[in-house]
């Protein structure tokens, strides 16, 4: 007797700063099991008809000028045979983001954050590796914005959702205990210090911008002004910008979720900026509280 097996197979792999010498003492390396990260990979599927069907960067809803990186978890994520995000980024986006070993590779987190995934960082060795300086002389200017949400809103350890840090007065922004106002969302200002921006909620999707220009700080956190004008100088920093963490001298893993970046290297308008918040609250249902 025949029979006819029809199988379909739905492959959704979606997804889903800083000190002088106070630091703490820098972290082992994670045991490298392979010299380079495997190459079986699958990228993720379109998403479904309705859901922001716009992943290349010449159709984004937001800004593309000076646009360098963008990540969403819904689109552009490749991962290995295990489901292990091996690299992550939008259709068109000047850059990705990389795992360079395999104890570094986050995961998938599917509905994560409204419904939608995202990328998954275990707080351990997870980190992924974009080759961007975000050196104050090699970008002067840098917009950082993000969807994430934090497993924990412990201030120890030291974690960071980007950085790029040696020790040095470097940009890195997370969590940190050392905010003279006890915030545990902070930003490292190099010559200013941990500057305090926020006290978030553990598990509690957040939308989040950073602009560094002119030798100066802005913030703001689901759409209204957080700090502005704090003064932030920086000195030499690594070559590559990391995101879960901030390299591999201190790490400072991320342990939580990142929905979606968008890196530009300029500074965005008001209007922009608020094109921005708005796409990213529609598609995470976060509330935008601007004045």
């Not at 025949?2 to 994670?30: D, F, G, H, M």
């Not at 937001?62 to 991962?79: A, E, H, K």
Request: with cysteine; net charge negative; proline share 7%.
């Amino acid at each position: 007797m025949n029979r006819t097996i029809a199988v379909l197979l739905l492959v959704s792999v979606v997804v889903v700063a800083c000190k002088k010498k106070e630091e703490p003492a820098p972290t082992a390396p994670p045991p490298a099991t392979t010299s380079s990260v495997a190459t079986a990979t699958t990228a993720t599927a379109a998403p479904a008809t309705g859901t922001f069907p716009d992943v290349n960067v010449a159709n984004a809803p937001v800004p593309s000028n000076g646009l360098q990186l963008w990540l969403r978890g819904d689109y552009g994520v490749v991962t290995d045979a295990e489901g292990k995000v091996t690299s992550w980024a939008v259709e068109g986006s000047q850059l990705k983001a990389e795992a360079k070993q395999p104890a570094e590779m986050p995961a998938v987190a599917a509905n994560a954050v409204n419904g939608k995934p995202a990328v998954h960082f275990d707080g351990d060795h997870n980190m992924l590796e974009v080759p961007i300086s975000i050196d104050a002389e090699a970008s002067p200017e840098l917009t950082v914005i993000s969807v994430w949400s934090s497993a924990t809103a412990d201030k120890d350890p030291l974690r960071k959702l980007y950085g790029a840090d040696d020790g040095g007065y470097d940009r890195a922004a997370g969590i940190d205990g050392r905010a003279s106002d006890g915030s545990n969302y902070t930003v490292f200002a190099g010559g200013g210090g941990v500057v305090g921006i926020f006290t978030f909620v553990a598990n509690t999707p957040t939308l989040t911008i950073e602009n560094y220009a002119n030798k100066k700080l802005n913030t703001w956190v689901n759409g209204a002004a957080a700090k502005s004008n704090i003064d932030a100088e920086y000195d030499h920093m690594p070559d590559h910008l990391y995101i879960g963490g901030t390299g591999h001298t201190y790490t400072e893993p991320w342990k939580g979720d990142l929905a979606e970046m968008l890196i530009y290297k300029r500074t965005l308008t008001d209007e922009e900026r608020k094109k921005v918040e708005d796409y990213l609250s529609a598609k995470y249902g976060v509330k935008l509280t601007r004045p």
